[in-house]
């Protein structure tokens, strides 16, 4: 049974920085590739960061590139999100997500139905 756990969130006041990791079991980590999503109450689930499978490649939504960074450690089944200098809009449900690299494949990393498993999410609040 695959899990992906999310941990790291909380309240915090704007301009410091949270990292949030995500530890998988279940799932040869290694072959996956591995992306952060966020959610805001109404919102629709948008993209943030994605990583490659062996972690030199990376890419990020244009509203947090500069500010966050994605890692993986392959050994420990982990990957990382950096957050610093949050803004209150990065108020969402952080989710991390697999990609197994066979599921749609046609279609943007950035889109949800590129991954095959998902996350119960951890809350990131950011007040002013």
């Keep these: 049974q695959v899990q992906l756990v999310e941990s ?9 920085s949270l990292r949030l990791s995500c530890a998988a079991s279940g799932l040869t980590f290694s072959n996956y590739a591995m992306g952060w999503f966020r959610q805001a109450p109404g ?9 490659t499978r062996g972690g030199v490649g990376t890419d990020y939504a244009d509203s947090v590139k ?22 209150p809009e990065d108020t969402a449900v952080y989710y991390c ?10 279609t943007s ?18 007040s002013s």
């Design 43 to 51: 919102k629709e689930r948008e993209f943030v960061a994605r990583i």
């Design 66 to 87: 500069g500010r966050f960074t994605i890692s993986r450690d392959n050994a420990k089944n982990t990957v990382y999100l950096q957050m610093n200098s949050l803004k």
């Design 97 to 106: 997500s697999a990609d197994s690299g066979y599921t749609n494949t046609g």
């Design 8 to 16: 790291g969130g909380g309240l915090v006041q704007a301009g410091v």
């Design 109 to 126: 990393y950035a889109r949800t139905d590129r991954y095959d498993y998902w996350g119960q999410g951890t809350q990131v609040t950011v």
